[in-house]
């Protein structure tokens, strides 16, 4: 198909060639180019390095270890919160990408929205599961194959395929998790769009009748933001939800790095399928204890709401994720059941609501 551009500012007949793609939604578009190889190589030269997140990293978190000062501290620790949220967008779209042809990766890269971007995520977070099958413990669903495929387009050997598999597996996982976080989103727009919240720090401990306490929270940062709700789903009647939102800094700082050096790995494989070179970022890739250390521990992750229900998320053995509503009153809410077990948690087990601790919707 050839498109003609009579308007060219030196009179000269200008010729488009199109070429077909079915996008996420299934529906065909034709992306029209003077040379699509071309605009293709040009496009992974110019365009798929992460030089602007591994910049801002190195430069917030310079700042926040050298700050004596603990408040101004934790402005650092909240450009991070943002700059984490902006890798995790990227990071989905990038992974959306990657499950498209290479030959159209400009516009996969271009095309889509935010709103497709969270769709894809919400798409790949279903259904993973981890079965015992015969004796041996499988890991099934999307995050998996894209760890997989991620790991065979590396050329990694058979001797650390698994190894390198698990570790993608896991940062994915938890990434997936944070990005679909509507409170942390929330975090980012609060910080985005202007002084819609504050950092601050501290802790949030329960005890029982003897006096054994449980810290929920204990960390250097948080951030308190509010986030409108309806009030019985109607969009005329809404309120103010103030959250507090606790993250551990050194995991964010770790989170930030990890998930860098997997968008490095997608960058390489296409760098080395698009311009047949070696791409100039170094790859690196970390161990699965490292991966898993970085999303782990309830005291240090998690938001309080409504000025006395905490939410936060524990890993069974299975590793998978229980949302876990705690009101300051003892009563609790599990999601799904979990395999933990301590004094003060079998306590609160038997003040169990049969609610939902927050009916209110999401504007």
Same mark, same amino acid.
């Given at each position: 198909?050839?498109?003609? &551009?009579?308007?060219?500012?030196?009179?000269?007949?200008?010729?488009?060639?199109?070429?077909?793609?079915?996008?996420?939604?299934?529906?065909?578009?034709?992306?029209?180019?003077?040379?699509?190889?071309?605009?293709?190589k040009?496009?992974?030269?110019? =365009?798929?390095n992460? $030089?602007?997140?591994?910049?801002?990293?190195?430069?917030?978190?310079?700042? #926040?270890?050298?700050?004596?000062?603990?408040?101004?501290?934790?402005?650092?620790?909240?450009? /991070?919160?943002? /700059?984490?949220f902006?890798?995790?967008?990227?990071?989905?779209?990038?992974?959306?990408?990657?499950?498209?042809?290479?030959?159209?990766?400009?516009?996969?890269?271009?095309?889509? !929205?935010?709103?497709?971007?969270?769709?894809?995520?919400?798409?790949?977070?279903?259904?993973?599961?981890?079965?015992?099958?015969?004796?041996?413990?499988?890991?099934?669903?999307?995050?998996? !194959?894209?760890?997989?495929?991620?790991?065979?387009?590396?050329?990694?050997? $058979?001797?650390y395929?698994?190894?390198?598999?698990?570790?993608?597996?896991?940062?994915?996982?938890?990434?997936?998790?944070d #990005?679909?976080?509507?409170?942390?989103? %929330?975090?980012? =727009?609060?910080?985005?769009?202007?002084?819609?919240?504050?950092?601050?720090?501290?802790? /949030?401990?329960?005890?029982?009748? &003897?006096?054994?306490?449980?810290?929920?929270?204990?960390?250097?940062?948080?951030?308190?933001?509010s986030?409108?709700?309806?009030? =019985?789903? &109607?969009?005329?009647?809404?309120?103010?939800?103030p959250?507090?939102?606790?993250?551990? !800094?050194? @995991?964010?700082?770790?989170?930030?790095?990890?998930?860098?050096?997997?968008?490095?790995?997608?960058?390489?494989?296409?760098?080395?399928?698009?311009?047949?070179?070696?791409?100039?970022?170094?790859?690196?890739?970390?161990? @699965?204890?490292?991966?898993?250390k970085?999303?782990?521990?309830?005291?240090?992750?998690?938001?309080?709401?409504?000025?006395?229900?905490?939410?936060?998320?524990?890993?069974? @053995?299975? %590793?998978? =994720?229980?949302?876990?509503?705690?009101?300051?009153?003892?009563?609790?809410?599990?999601?799904?059941?979990?395999?933990?077990? !301590?004094p003060?948690?079998? $306590?609160?087990?038997?003040? @169990?609501?049969?609610? $939902?601790?927050?009916?209110?919707?999401?504007?």
């Amino acid at each position: 198909m050839i498109l003609d &551009d009579e308007s060219d500012i030196q009179g000269l007949k200008v010729e488009f060639t199109g070429l077909k793609i079915i996008d996420s939604n299934d529906k065909e578009i034709i992306w029209w180019s003077l040379d699509h190889s071309r605009e293709l190589k040009g496009f992974a030269r110019s =365009n798929l390095n992460t $030089e602007l997140f591994s910049a801002k990293l190195k430069i917030y978190v310079e700042s #926040f270890k050298i700050e004596e000062d603990k408040d101004k501290a934790r402005v650092y620790i909240t450009m /991070l919160h943002q /700059l984490y949220f902006e890798i995790l967008e990227y990071e989905f779209l990038l992974l959306k990408s990657f499950v498209n042809p290479i030959e159209i990766l400009p516009v996969s890269m271009s095309k889509p !929205s935010t709103s497709e971007i969270i769709g894809f995520a919400e798409k790949i977070s279903k259904d993973n599961q981890i079965k015992e099958v015969d004796g041996k413990t499988q890991i099934f669903g999307p995050l998996i !194959s894209l760890a997989e495929k991620t790991a065979k387009y590396m050329g990694i050997s $058979e001797k650390y395929r698994e190894i390198v598999i698990l570790s993608i597996y896991f940062m994915l996982n938890g990434s997936t998790e944070d #990005f679909l976080d509507v409170y942390h989103r %929330n975090v980012y =727009n609060s910080i985005k769009h202007g002084n819609r919240g504050k950092s601050s720090g501290g802790n /949030l401990a329960i005890s029982n009748k &003897d006096e054994e306490k449980t810290n929920l929270f204990d960390t250097d940062y948080s951030f308190d933001h509010s986030k409108i709700v309806r009030i =019985n789903n &109607d969009k005329t009647q809404i309120t103010l939800k103030p959250i507090a939102t606790f993250i551990d !800094s050194e @995991q964010l700082i770790k989170r930030c790095e990890i998930i860098l050096s997997y968008i490095n790995v997608i960058h390489s494989i296409y760098i080395r399928a698009i311009l047949d070179e070696d791409p100039n970022e170094y790859i690196h890739m970390y161990d @699965q204890e490292v991966v898993q250390k970085a999303w782990s521990g309830t005291d240090k992750n998690g938001h309080m709401f409504d000025r006395n229900i905490a939410k936060f998320t524990i890993k069974d @053995q299975d %590793n998978l =994720n229980a949302e876990v509503f705690l009101n300051l009153s003892m009563d609790i809410k599990v999601r799904f059941p979990i395999k933990y077990s !301590s004094p003060i948690y079998e $306590e609160m087990k038997m003040h @169990q609501k049969t609610e $939902e601790p927050n009916a209110d919707t999401d504007y």
